[in-house]
């Protein structure tokens, strides 16, 4: 079975869907129309009929979207209806938070496996998963059937890590190090380092601030 | 001095031009090429072009773009050669993470205040920084000139955490909490929920894994 292909933009917009059902279906709320959710996501509610009639027809007129259906036809489609299993390289600071948040998801991605290339950091324990040196990630991502790898070491150590997750076959990688990776095309990487949205805020700050020139075109 | 207007698409590019400027002047490269640029990003070099005509013509023709100069002038229009104060809330991993980030950082980003909600951890030490109650954030805020907030709190408390942002005056909000937030119109607020990218992800992964039911249109 082929599924139609589905934009980028659309598919970096379903999460946040994803998210807004979500909070619905916990306050009970049954149904939704477009007009409630563009204004909780601030789109426009012809963008989001667009976006989920990708998936067939959903909604209905004067009555909205039913709020369980469209999560779990959601969750299809981000492929969310089957265990994903994901290791992490990198057991710092955010290694751990990001172990700990995972704890709590009700998504059914899981950090199965933990990795670090320092000595000391091997054999600790993070939310019962023990830290294990590199060396084992071959046998690990085989024998986990892990297919998403998430990068939370230094930049300067960040493309050493993803050609070793490359290596052993991850299909996919979320990389928190402020470096720009290169990997193959059948791979796919997202970025989630928070360096580039603290940057491109500041350019929204006021003009007030002690700017000592400013970014006018000339 | 008016600033001509920047899409936000081209905003949101240019922390990451930045980055691999940056990398070019860590190894001493003086000038590159769109082209250049183009394979390391992964962008068409006529966007490039296109996004850096925005600020005037930099490029010169079979010489390519002076690297420091492009550094200087990014970093200008981003506004981040002035000190941007940056309050924290929320002195968990991740918040420990972000400060710990942001002590090695060149950016002239600083996070100069972390605040927690919780009593047991007020008063504890996040790399030189005391952890202080939501009841200074006020005083701290005016104090200190504090224009950005980090929101590093569950997902529950985020939307608290922002309007008691937005009352103190913050201008820009970074929410890591995986919830929607509303703010004003005034505020800029964007998001580094890592749970988007990672859900946006398994979209990619092959279709091999054991997908229950396939994500296609009718």
Do not use: W
Request: aromatic letters at 6%; hydrophobic letters at 40%; glycine letters at 6%.
């Amino acid at each position: 079975m082929k599924s139609a292909k589905i934009s980028e933009a659309v598919v970096r917009r379903l999460p946040i869907y994803l998210q807004v059902l979500n909070e619905l279906h916990i306050r009970e709320i049954q149904t939704v129309s477009s007009q409630e959710l563009g204004v909780k996501l601030d789109l426009n509610p012809a963008q989001i009929r667009k976006d989920l009639a990708y998936f067939g027809e959903f909604g209905r007129k004067g009555i909205g979207y039913d709020v369980l259906y469209l999560i779990e036809k959601i969750r299809q489609i981000l492929k969310l209806n089957q265990t994903i299993k994901v290791a992490l390289v990198g057991a710092g600071n955010l290694g751990r938070a990001l172990c700990n948040y995972n704890k709590y998801s009700k998504d059914n991605m899981q950090i199965t496996a933990v990795f670090d290339v320092h000595p000391e950091k091997i054999g600790t324990d993070i939310n019962n998963l023990v830290v294990q040196p590199m060396s084992e990630l071959e046998k690990v991502v085989a024998e986990q059937k892990i297919r998403i790898g998430i990068i939370t070491v230094p930049a300067h150590e960040a493309q050493n890590v993803a050609n070793q997750f490359i290596t052993v076959g991850v299909e996919g990688i979320l990389n928190f190090a402020p470096a720009i990776l290169r990997v193959p095309d059948e791979v796919r990487i997202h970025n989630a380092d928070f360096t580039r949205e603290l940057l491109s805020l500041a350019y929204y700050l006021n003009h007030e601030g002690d700017v000592s020139d400013d970014s006018a075109v000339d």
